[in-house]
């Protein structure tokens, strides 16, 4: 059964970090891109990063570019996303997307984790 999850949401004052997970289960990874998205309330869902699979090359939304870090560990299937410097903007829910579909495979989301910056 295929699963994706997301973990390391939380509370978080303006200024600070959290480190989110995403861990796939039920095929390996290691051939998708790895995306995360999020999205406020009211607002449009928006690309944060990404990780691609063979070059590990990474792009960044502008509005989080030098604050967070995509990474993945193939072996633990599993992706993460560093965010420093938090902002009350950054608030959301995040959205891991595992996309398979430039090599002909599958696409898949997880049910997201909520991050809250706030003092």
């Known amino acids: 059964q295929v699963d994706v999850v997301e973990s390391g949401g939380g509370l978080v004052q303006p200024g600070g970090s959290l480190r989110l997970s995403c861990k796939a289960s039920g095929f390996f990874f290691d051939k998708y891109i790895i995306n995360w998205f999020r999205q406020a309330p009211g607002k449009e869902q928006e690309f944060v990063a990404r990780i691609h699979q063979s070059t590990r090359g990474t792009s960044y939304a502008d509005s989080v570019e030098g604050r967070f870090t995509i990474t993945r560990d193939d072996a633990k299937n599993t992706a993460y996303l560093q965010m420093n410097f938090l902002q009350p903007e950054d608030s959301a829910l995040y959205l891991c997307?595992?996309?398979?579909?430039?090599?002909?495979?599958?696409?898949?989301w997880g049910q997201g984790t909520q991050v809250t910056v706030s003092s």
């Open positions: 997307n595992i996309d398979g579909r430039l090599m002909g495979l599958g696409e898949y």
